[in-house]
């Protein structure tokens, strides 16, 4: 174990020994992190921090005076003696877990040294990984799950995918993700004081519609069904529209190819810019930025927990078209207050109308757009889920 930052804990509250199998910096890790800020400001317990990573969510745990520990681990027995020593060390009133691979070295953990154990499911374990380690990891967390005392689903529709997994329903508890209300208002004023000018670097006109895409590019994000249906908004349907995607991962190599077989991204160098209809730009910090310059968002996932792109966005006035998959119904409102469109998954002809319907109705966008934000600021609010979170942890404690 190195411990690279350790604050000193007092034992006035109790202390929360979160452990986070963090290999990036992503929507779960920046939940995670909102988490464990909201908790030190209320003040009513005290929080650890235990990765197998140094990275930006290492250094981001430790800039806001957080105790972090980086387990030297490499397998996972040597991941239980690592984290056996920490909590043996610190001797924390309660161990939250993240991820499947701090869940298992976890509530091996918690049940030898006698530590109630909380587990956060962000996403569904069998998109997580493919075969063959499929299945090894979902019998390792399937052998295990009784361990955990709470298990927290981030919405209804994970929940639901829980239980058919069978964990009980007792153990189950449902606290959606949410937004940063303040970081998230600071970082849109920061977007318009300084305005990417998108549009103009994108060699388009400033009156052509544009769809942005935040995702990292792995397969169950399903890239490629958004890919195929704004072809056809833009082919078919005669839709002048561009569409941005924010992210990287495995997937890139093959989602630009599939991009100039649809005719969306043009192979000459010298007017690939000009020609194009869709532009990757890679990892991007600046996605409030980006929401300024943009019309409306996609997210075509085949599964979601509950992301936090499409929040981004309806806090940024901007409608969301997504997938009716997993926690973005819960997110996405239909009907008078409706925040977004919704579509069947893999119904591509369905997915282009709605992206041809939204980019041709600028007093349609900023209907659902205003309808989204203040669906983010009554139901998604950070300062809620700490609420729920801590809640959980002083009814364990006290029992």
């Known amino acids: 174990m190195n411990a690279t930052y350790n604050k000193a804990l007092t034992k006035k509250h109790p202390l929360v020994l979160h452990v ?3 290999g990036e910096f992503g929507g779960a890790e920046a939940q995670i992190l909102a988490l464990i800020k909201g908790l030190q400001k209320k003040e009513r317990v005290q929080v650890a921090v235990a990765t197998y990573y140094e990275g ?11 105790a972090t520990h980086v387990l030297q681990s490499r397998q996972p027995l040597s991941d239980v003696r690592a984290l056996r020593e920490l909590a043996q060390t610190l001797r924390p009133d309660l161990i939250h877990t993240h991820g499947v691979r701090a869940s298992l070295a976890g509530r091996l953990t918690g049940s030898a040294l006698r530590i109630p154990v909380v587990t956060t499911v962000h996403s569904d374990l069998f998109y997580d990984y493919a075969p063959p380690k499929r299945a090894l990891m979902m019998q390792l967390e399937a052998r295990t799950r009784h361990l955990s005392r709470r298990v927290i689903a981030v919405s209804d529709a994970l929940k639901a995918v829980l239980v058919r997994r069978g964990y009980k329903s007792g153990q189950l508890i449902v606290v959606r993700n949410a937004l940063e209300i303040e970081e998230a208002h600071k970082k849109l004023e920061e977007a318009n004081l300084h305005p990417l000018d998108l549009r103009k670097h994108l060699h388009i006109s400033e009156k052509t519609p544009l769809l942005l895409c935040v995702a990292r590019l792995h397969p169950v994000k399903r890239h490629d069904f958004l890919l195929r249906a704004f072809a056809k908004a833009v082919f078919d349907l005669h839709v002048d529209a561009h569409l941005v995607i924010a992210g990287d991962g495995p997937e890139r190599a093959n989602l630009e190819a599939l991009a100039q077989e649809l005719g969306l991204l043009c192979q000459e160098t010298d007017t690939k810019q000009a020609l194009s209809r869709v532009h990757f730009l890679g990892v991007r910090q600046d996605i409030y930025a ?26 940024a006035g901007r409608p969301v078209i997504a997938t009716r998959v997993g926690g973005l119904s819960e997110i996405i409102e239909e009907g008078d207050a409706a925040t977004g469109l919704l579509i069947p998954f893999g119904h591509v002809d369905l997915l282009a109308q709605a992206i041809a319907r939204l980019l041709r109705d600028r007093a349609l966008c900023a ?3 205003e309808n989204g934000k203040r669906r983010v600021l009554t139901h998604f609010t950070a300062s809620q889920m700490v609420d729920r979170v801590q ?3 002083l009814e364990l404690v006290k029992s």
Do not use: H
């Open 290 to 315: 980006l929401l300024r310059e943009v019309d409306a968002v996609a997210l075509t996932s085949q599964m979601e927990g509950l992301p936090i792109a499409p929040l981004e966005a309806m806090f």
């Open 56 to 66: 930006r969510f290492t250094q981001a745990v430790r800039e806001v005076g957080i």
């Open 391 to 393: 809640n959980v942890y």
């Open 20 to 22: 986070v199998a963090a």
């Open 367 to 369: 209907r659902l757009g």
